[in-house]
T-cell receptor, first 112, second 115 residues
Framework: KNQVEQSPQSLIILEGKNCTLQ??????????LRWYKQDTGRGPVSLTIMTFSENTKSNGRYTATLDADTKQSSLHITASQLSDSASYICVVSADSSYKLIFGSGTRLLVRP | NAGVMQNPRHLVRRRGQEARLRCSPM?????VYWYRQLPEEGLKFMVYLQKENIIDESGMPKERFSAEFPKEGPSILRIQQVVRGDSAAYFC?????????????FGQGTRLTVV
């Protein structure tokens, strides 16, 4: 069964600190992996998208890594800001890429 | 170029009524996807449409739910005879192409509450 598991479920950090969110997936055949940010009451916004051959991709203070062998990904947030408070969702695409498989997300709260 | 527009943002329906959710894709996008997010859960694929065609509706319940994307106008997700379990956030996404690595852009969602 295609699944995407994320950890931790929730995380609280102080402003300015770094954090790393984890994603494990059992999706086959693998097409690509995406990280989305979802603010409360809003739709998901894409942060990064990585294919099988890519093992790291950055978007500003966000850096995603992918290990296709172990089927793990991480999202590292550097120098967190209050506006980073949101849910971060790991999404994996199987062979037909429109059928995105969503994790339940990690809820990040950045405190001043 | 406006993003994906969904309306209404919030919809309250009594049990047994019909709910109609609208999605206008980004300009130039001919592929529309609907997802449902139950409380505390991840988004789940429901249906994929191109103009005037349903490509894949495998994630949509067989009864009471239907979707369309006419040649003109927005995509519509229709839920007939709503029940409390239909309460969820419904997200629409659009893309210019379908296939490998296609980026999909999401709307703000419609939050349906069935009372």
């Amino acid at each position: 069964k295609n699944q995407v598991e994320q950890s931790p479920q929730s995380l609280i950090i102080l402003e300015g600190k770094n954090c790393t969110l984890q994603c494990n997936y059992t999706v086959s055949p693998f097409s690509n992996l995406r990280w989305y940010k979802q603010d409360t009451g809003r739709g998901p916004v894409s942060l990064t998208i990585m294919t099988f051959s890519e093992n790291t991709k950055s978007n500003g203070r966000y850096t995603a890594t992918l290990d296709a062998d172990t089927k793990q990904s991480s999202l590292h947030i550097t120098a967190s800001q209050l506006s980073d408070s949101a849910s971060y969702i790991c999404v994996v695409s199987a062979d037909s890429s429109y059928k995105l498989i969503f994790g339940s997300g990690t809820r990040l709260l950045v405190r001043p | 170029n406006a993003g994906v527009m969904q309306n209404p943002r919030h919809l309250v329906r009594r049990r047994g009524q019909e709910a109609r959710l609208r999605c206008s894709p980004m300009k130039g996008h001919s592929h529309v996807y609907w997802y449902r997010q139950l409380p505390e859960e991840g988004l789940k694929f429901m249906v994929y449409l191109q103009k005037e065609n349903i490509i894949d509706e495998s994630g949509m319940p067989k009864e009471r739910f239907s979707a369309e994307f006419p040649k003109e106008g927005p995509s519509i997700l229709r839920i007939q005879q709503v029940v409390r379990g239909d309460s969820a956030a419904y997200f629409c996404a659009s893309s210019p192409l379908s296939g490998f690595n296609t980026e999909a852009f999401f709307g703000q969602g419609t939050r349906l509450t069935v009372v």
